[in-house]
């Protein structure tokens, strides 16, 4: 008996997995997704590594719950510090067939084609670079290539409260970028490790040489999940496709919907989540 296929989940701490998903439709509209996005706990990236993993397995589990059996974590944070675990202790713990993929190893598989140097940047929460993924992976596809990292604690607080336009924000753009190059004037890429940081790219170039390379992962994201599927059939299987979305917040609703269209670039309208009792 053919095992039942359902929607591809999409998962973020908040809103920045919007910037993710809204080219993972545009590159394979035929699917259907269910977005979850836990807002009443976000930020994630100053969570420790034990309250992430918990968290993202709630919401894990409950995209499950709903059908999906592809889940995409398009959320840096929650891939740095909660999916391998999930791989490895919680999937195999299923009878029937579940992956959950992440948003760093397709940025990483890539970060060789971007860089003249050999000296890449990355930009992330607190919680990514504590977690030293970008390092680990990179050097993993690319022993050459150097790495350095700089927390940006206040760009999430910035776009989320529809700052990362003023002219205040300019401030803390500028501010991290000063301390990553400081690390490195040999940097040539920046790697942009957080889906809320495209919607600062305009002031990002302000403050950094034209001659840097600025790398956001939508893209990436979206057409690696495409290889995948064509690469694993087993899994594009279980993948229903009647072109259909839907959007779940585990916060207000009302704040969900009006902040959403600023990172997915149309009306979003959600429905409220409670992961009690899942």
């Known amino acids: 008996m053919a095992e039942q296929a359902g929607p591809i989940g999409v998962f973020d701490s908040g809103y920045g997995g919007l910037t993710v998903f809204k080219e993972i439709i545009k590159e394979l509209p035929q699917y259907d997704y269910i977005y979850l996005g ?68 397709p940025t990483t598989e890539r970060a060789g084609e971007f860089t003249r140097t050999r000296n890449i940047g990355i930009l992330a929460t607190n919680g990514t670079v504590a977690s030293h993924s970008y390092p680990i992976e990179i050097n993993k596809f690319y022993p050459d290539i150097h790495v350095f990292q700089q927390a940006c604690p206040l760009w999430v ?19 991290y970028l000063d301390e990553l190059m400081r690390q490195s004037p040999d940097i040539d890429t ?76 149309k009306t979003v309208t959600a429905k409220h989540q409670s992961l009690i009792n899942d």
Request: a positive charge.
């Open 38 to 105: 836990d807002n009443a706990r976000v930020p994630y990236g100053i969570r420790s590594f034990e309250t992430v993993y918990q968290y993202t397995l709630e919401c894990v589990n409950h995209l499950f719950n709903k059908g999906c059996r592809l889940i995409i974590l398009a959320c840096n944070t929650a891939s740095a510090k909660a999916l391998r675990t999930i791989q490895q202790k919680n999937l195999p713990e299923f009878k029937d067939v579940r992956r959950v993929l992440g948003v760093i190893r």
């Open 157 to 175: 607080p910035l776009v989320e409260s529809n700052e990362h336009e003023s002219d205040g924000a300019d401030y803390f753009v500028k501010k």
């Open 190 to 265: 920046l790697i942009l490790g957080c889906t809320h940081y495209p919607l600062l790219i305009e002031k990002i170039r302000k403050y950094v040489s034209p001659e840097i390379r600025i790398v956001s992962q939508a893209d990436i994201v979206a057409k690696s999940l495409k290889n995948y599927l064509h690469r694993h059939p087993e899994i594009d299987a279980l993948c229903s496709k009647n072109g259909t979305t839907e959007f779940f917040t585990t916060g207000s609703v009302d704040d969900f919907n009006e902040k959403a269209s600023i990172f997915f670039g």
